[in-house]
């Protein structure tokens, strides 16, 4: 709120902030000095405290010029079961157990049986603490643990014994002291609904011995501090009534977190409440300039195990288990709160990262918004559709990448091995090692192999030529040798320097030093912190393996995914490589069969920058042409439907690539500006009643018998 521009005040009636965080939760799970620097960023950010404060008048608050408030109390009443002597001074409460200890009372439990009546992470918290005040007897009492595996592993190491399978019948009191709780045994299940299933065994009693019992069993909230006149109403069975933006029955009035339910849950739960009251509450303030609400809720990231294990093969993810937190010995728990589990050493944290399997999603957590200097970004864009005459289009969609991952036998996966795309972005000062080429490791590369032809000119993958390969592979052997002053092995097929210049910058790396093998890479293997590089087709009196830092792939290119939908959509063809096929290699490079649909660049055939510019000059010429001259030029070789003939069968509108025809009123109907005479409809339709203008059967016969004449 108040980075939206408004003046905050909390009024809490603890003698230190945080809430439940800092009196709930104890230091040897979350150090407080941690948490102290948390709440010092807010303070600093214009957000008022005032402490040791209990608020009962919230109408008053808003009498005295307030124009807002938030209820956020938390939930801060421990649940007791109506048994006999559970009202006994020797029956504590946890939250309020925890709260006395953490701000600061002297809590001595030395010689002390403490039994803890309760199954998740608080009653764990509350043993752990126990444990920490003079090392007493600590034991859980419960049904059936729910609380969190590696809590509860914690908890025994510590000393605490947990005592499952029991349910609470009374405690026992002995000359007005408590001597331990009286329970049946009892067959404990699953929980279904959130309610464990139990089955009580009759003729089980016992008593688990203790003199101090501390509940642990769930909370409520308080509510006493609500109006008198029921201006702030709750809800059956527990809880603050409220609508959806979180505003309670009384204008101006709002409530978030545990509070809001009479029930406890996660801490990120109530942040979130937080995040979603600050917005409200703006709305509230300033109307429609208020901060709107988020129009929708991102899908959980959801992965497949297959693609996962696909990950895994290629190298995108490691198989390696999850780490075991480190931990501070027992020993060095005893009688203290230093924190127990340590954070994760660099190398940890390393290996850690090597497991993510990149599922995320955008969370709108707004931090590219505060990095963007430029103010580019708006996460209120929607997605609209337009409709627009045009008089004509190109299409310049570009080529993908050929990925070396299905192509084993390049290495792609293995630590130090790149496409050539990727070293550009290792070279870039923007990218992620600030210009600098450096290996998994950290050092810079002292060798570095450039692999020629990887997808391309191989019948396995691409039989065709990518064309610009050979030169940008020579542009990245002389960058490495100028940015990293490494020695270079290029690996190829056949050196294409096809074009203006390019021979000459050819043998201008070979004389810097450049090494030239030829061959056909068979395999890249790591071997002792190297990567072997073999081929073989080489020539005489070359090596036919190298070892190296580096390997960089000289990924040639193929058609976009989306160019069957793309080709489709327009109308347009494609050749046996799957680019954009033209409408005449040389007498219509940029047009299409389609009248007004033009290509540029690689969508049409692999080529370099040079030739991409001279085909989108050309394109561009060739749509202005047809334009300026303000009406089409139809071929006269387009179909003909006779309709005495058409039984409407719908044939040859389903076989027409150009979806030039149409049935109305059973009768085949074709487009002639759509139609490019191709002849599907005429050889589909079965009553022969389409045909070709200037190609029917006479007209054929007569071509034929002028030739034999």
Known sequence: LVRLGHQVKIFDSFSEAGGMMRVGIPPHRLPYDRLEWEIEQIKNEGVEIQLNTKVDDITGLLEQGYDSVLIA?????????????????????????????????????????????????????????????GEPEVKIVCRGMRASDHEIEAAKIEGVKIVPNNVFKKVVVKRNKIVGIECLKAEVGGIVDGRRIVEEIPGSEHIVEGDLIIWALGQNADYSFLPWDGSINTQYPKGIQADQNLMTTKPGVFVAGDVKFGATSFVVDAIADGHHAARTIDRYLRGSEGVPEPEKTLPVAVIERDAIETKIQHGQASAENRLTTTSISAAKRRNNFDEVDLCLAEEDALLEASRCVECGVCSECMECVTACEKEAINHQQQEIIEEINVGAIILATGFKDFDPAVAPEYGSGLPNVVTAMEFERLINTGGPTEGQVLLANGKKPKKVAIIHCVGSRDEKYNEYCSRACCMFSLKLAQLIRDYVDAEVFEIYRDMRTFGKGYEEFYNRVEEDGVHFYHGRVKSVTKKKGSLKVSWDDGYFDQPDSVEVDMVVLATGFEPQPDADEVAHTFGISRSVDGFFLEKHPKLGPVETSTNGIFLAGACQSPKDIPDSVAQAGATAAAALALIDQGQVVLDPFIAAVNNGYCAGCGQCAASCPYQAIEIIDQIAVVNQYQCKGCGTCAAACPNKAVSLKHYEDEQLIAELLGALH
Not at 78 to 104: T, Y
Request: charged share 30%.
């Open 73 to 133: 109390t938390g939930v801060h009443k421990a649940i007791k079961l109506p048994i006999r002597n559970a009202n006994h001074p020797d029956n504590w409460e946890s939250v309020d157990f925890l709260r006395r200890v953490f701000l600061g009372e002297k809590i001595k439990l030395a010689g002390k049986k403490v039994i803890v009546l309760g199954a998740g992470d608080v009653a764990l918290d509350v043993a752990r603490t126990a444990v920490r005040l």
